[in-house]
């Protein structure tokens, strides 16, 4: 079950959600027959739970929102896109470890 901070973006809700944030704002882009993404997953929950309102924790799942993969060039899942005001900072692909997503997420506040 992800944690309950966790956003799913859509096209809609994308330039409000992770745009228009005011912390800084993690992207995984996923997919459910993905294996690394679903190892990825209760860590980015625990990412979630431990930043709290100090940046905002996303997902897109890419089968669902192919504008939006589209939009960021997404050729393999999972990959992780760290924004802060609207502008991509970084992106990773592949799994990254909790205690790095947090270092890369507070350098970024």
């Known amino acids: 079950m992800a ?3 966790i ?3 859509t096209s809609d809700n994308f ?3 992770a745009e228009g944030a005011s912390v800084p704002v993690i992207i ?3 997919s459910e027959h993905c294996g690394p993404c679903k190892m990825l997953s209760p860590v980015l929950d625990e990412v979630a739970g431990e930043v709290g309102d100090t940046a905002k924790v996303t997902k897109v799942d ?3 929102q192919r504008d939006l993969a589209m939009k960021f060039g ?3 899942v999972p990959t992780l896109i760290f924004m802060k005001d609207g502008e991509v900072k970084e992106t990773k692909t592949g799994i ?3 205690d790095a997503i947090i270092e890369k ?3 970024l506040a």
């Open 3 to 5: 944690h309950e901070s």
């Open 96 to 98: 990254m470890m909790k």
């Open 105 to 107: 997420l507070q350098s």
């Open 62 to 64: 890419v089968m669902d």
């Open 7 to 9: 956003v799913n973006l």
């Open 74 to 76: 997404i050729r393999a």
């Open 15 to 17: 330039s409000t959600e």
């Open 28 to 30: 995984d882009f996923w």
